[in-house]
């Protein structure tokens, strides 16, 4: 049985540097990858819940600790 990768960048198989050391990104992974830590910061539901309870940008942001821009 093969170990756990020690990083999510080789769970991934993804190169972030090119054969000279410069770092690349693909924009696409980088999108997805913003996507998954907005909602592990900020849960969907949670997020949801709070707007019906009126709840403004900022006082969710305050409550998971993000910015506002996140908590919109």
Wanted: with cysteine.
């Amino acid at each position: 049985m093969k170990p756990w990768p020690t990083s999510s960048v080789s769970m991934l198989r993804y190169e972030p540097v090119n054969e000279r050391g410069c770092r690349v990104a693909d924009p696409g992974q980088e999108g997805e990858a913003a996507e998954i830590a907005g909602e592990l910061l900020v849960p969907f539901e949670a997020a949801k819940l709070l707007a019906r309870e009126g709840q403004t940008n900022g006082q969710v942001a305050l409550r998971f600790g993000v910015g506002v821009d996140l908590a919109r």
